[in-house]
C-alpha cells in the first residue's frame, strides 16, 4: 500500500496493534466466552496503551487522531482473531458524540475514561417496534422540574453488563411533527427505573446483547447530551463513526479467516499438490482478499471524509464502506469455512462460529438493504418505496 494512501504513522499504529492482538489472539478471546467473561486484559492492555481512546482530544486524554487510526486500530485487532466490538460504540460513537456536543463538564467526567479503557458507555437506539425505521422510535423523555424521565425499551445494545453508562437516544414529549426528533441521553447502568435482560444469541461472543427496559428513569439535566433541537446532526456525528467502524471489524475478521484458509490450502494435499494449488480453492480466496482489499478502500476514504469535517461526504462513504465490508466478510468467512473441508466445522479449527458471527456486520448498526435504500434514493436520485 503507498504512502498517499496510508501514511507512515498509520503502517506503525498498524504493525504495534497487530503485534498486541497477535499475543492474545483468538484463542484469548475463545478462553474467555467459555469462561463467561469479558476480554477485560485485551481492554485495558489496549486502553494504557492509548489505543482505545487514539481518535479522542489530547486535551481529555486521547490520542488526536480521528476515526482512521481507531479503524486501524480494530481492523488489525480482529485480523490477530481478537476483536474488541466495544470499540465501536464506546469511543467512537459514544466519544464521538461527546467531544463533538458535549458540554465541558461532560467531557471531563467521560473522555479520559473512555480514552484509557476505566470507563465504558454502551449505546442504545433500536427498538423492538422500531428496528431499521428509526423514526418510529417511543423511547420518550419529558421534564420534571429541572430533571428528565425516561421511559422506552431498546433491544440489542451492546455490552449493556461491561458499561457504566448507555447512550440512549430518545425523543421529547412535544415532538409534534412525527419526525424523530432525536434526543441523546448518558443513562448509568445503575440508575433505578433502569432493567437489563440479556438475549440469547447464537453468537460465540464475549460481548452480549441486551433487552432494556426503562421505566420512568430520572435524569439530571446534564444526562443530555448537546441541543435538545440540533438531533439529528448530533446522531449522525455518532452514527458515520458506527459504520466505519463496523467496516473495520467486518474486514479485520475476513482478513482472519482468510489467513486461516491460506495457512490450510498451502498444506492440505489429498492428491497430487495442495488444495491451494487447485484454482476451484485458489480464486474464490483470491476474490475475497481483492474484496476485504476494495472495501477497506471505501472505510478508508469514509474515515478521511469524516476526520475532515465532511458529515454528508462522510455518510454516504461510510454506509458504502459497511456494506462492502459487511458482504466481503460474509463471503471470506463462508470461502475459509469450506477451504477447510469438515475441518471447517470443527471447534479446534474455530471457523464455523464466525459465519454467524460475520451476519452481525450484513445486518447492524445498519442492515444492507436500508444502505442499498440510501443509495438508490440519495447518491441515484430513485423513489422511495416506503
Ligand atoms: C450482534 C448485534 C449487536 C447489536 N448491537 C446494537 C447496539 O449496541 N445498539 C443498538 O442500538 N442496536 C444494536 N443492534 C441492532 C441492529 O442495529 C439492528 O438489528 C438493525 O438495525 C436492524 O434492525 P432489526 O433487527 O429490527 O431489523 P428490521 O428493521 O426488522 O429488518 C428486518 C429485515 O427487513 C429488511 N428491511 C427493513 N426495512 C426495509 C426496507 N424499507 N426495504 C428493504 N428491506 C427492509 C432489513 O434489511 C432486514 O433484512 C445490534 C444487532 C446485532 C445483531
Redesign the pocket.
Known amino acids: 500500500m503507498t504512502t498517499l494512501i496510508e501514511p507512515e504513522e498509520h503502517k506503525a499504529l498498524r504493525a504495534a496493534v497487530a503485534a498486541l492482538g497477535k499475543r492474545y489472539g483468538r484463542e484469548y478471546i475463545a478462553r474467555t466466552v467459555a469462561e463467561g467473561r469479558h476480554p477485560t486484559e485485551l481492554w485495558a492492555e489496549a486502553g494504557k496503551l492509548g489505543y482505545l481512546g487514539v481518535n479522542l482530544p489530547g486535551e481529555y486524554g486521547g490520542g488526536g487522531g480521528g476515526i482512521a487510526e481507531l479503524s486501524i486500530v480494530l481492523e488489525e485487532l480482529g485480523a490477530a482473531g481478537s476483536p474488541l466490538l466495544m470499540l465501536v460504540?464506546s469511543p467512537a460513537i459514544c466519544g464521538t458524540v461527546i467531544s463533538r456536543f458535549g458540554t465541558e463538564e461532560q467531557k471531563r467526567a467521560w473522555l479520559p475514561g473512555l480514552a484509557d479503557g476505566s470507563r465504558l458507555m454502551?449505546?442504545?437506539?433500536?427498538e423492538?417496534d422500531?428496528?431499521?425505521?428509526s423514526h418510529r422510535i417511543t423511547t420518550t423523555a419529558r421534564k420534571d422540574g429541572a430533571d428528565w424521565l425516561l421511559t422506552g425499551r431498546?433491544?440489542?445494545?451492546?455490552?449493556v453488563d461491561m458499561a457504566d453508562a448507555v447512550l440512549i437516544?430518545g425523543r421529547t414529549e412535544d415532538a409534534r411533527t412525527g419526525r424523530l426528533k432525536p434526543c441523546l441521553f448518558i443513562v448509568p447502568t445503575d440508575a433505578e427505573g433502569f432493567q437489563k435482560q440479556p438475549i440469547d444469541?447464537e453468537?460465540n461472543?464475549a460481548e452480549k446483547?441486551f433487552e432494556l427496559v426503562l421505566d420512568d428513569v430520572r435524569l439530571p439535566a446534564d444526562a443530555l447530551v448537546g441541543d435538545e433541537d440540533a438531533g439529528l446532526l448530533q446522531l449522525f456525528a455518532g452514527l458515520n463513526p458506527e459504520r466505519i467502524m463496523t467496516a473495520a471489524f467486518a474486514i479485520g475478521m475476513g482478513r482472519y479467516a482468510l489467513a486461516r484458509a491460506i495457512e490450510y490450502a498451502r498444506d492440505r494435499t489429498v492428491w497430487k499438490a495442495p488444495i491451494g494449488a487447485h484454482q476451484a480453492i485458489a480464486h474464490p480466496l483470491a476474490q475475497a482478499h481483492i474484496d476485504l482489499e476494495l472495501a477497506r478502500l471505501m472505510m478508508q476514504k469514509a474515515a478521511h471524509l469524516y476526520d475532515a469535517g465532511d458529515d454528508i461526504g462522510a455518510g454516504e462513504a461510510a454506509n458504502m464502506a459497511k456494506y462492502a465490508a459487511g458482504e466481503a466478510c460474509v463471503k471470506a468467512v463462508d470461502q475459509a469455512v469450506h477451504t477447510l473441508g469438515g475441518n471447517g466445522l470443527t471447534r479446534e479449527f474455530g471457523l464455523a462460529t464466525l459465519i454467524t458471527a460475520a451476519r452481525?456486520a450484513r445486518?447492524?448498526?445498519?442492515?444492507?438493504?436500508?444502505i442499498?435504500?440510501y443509495v438508490s434514493h440519495q447518491s441515484l436520485g430513485l423513489p422511495k418505496?416506503?
Not at 454502551?122 to 433500536?126: M, N, P, Q, R, V
Not at 431498546?154 to 455490552?159: A, H, L, N, R, T
Request: hydrophobic share 50%; net charge positive; no cysteine.
Open positions: 460504540v454502551a449505546f442504545g437506539i433500536t423492538p422500531a428496528g431499521s425505521n431498546k433491544v440489542f445494545i451492546s455490552g437516544v444469541m453468537l461472543a446483547q452481525v445486518i447492524a448498526p445498519v442492515s444492507r438493504e436500508m442499498l435504500n418505496s416506503y
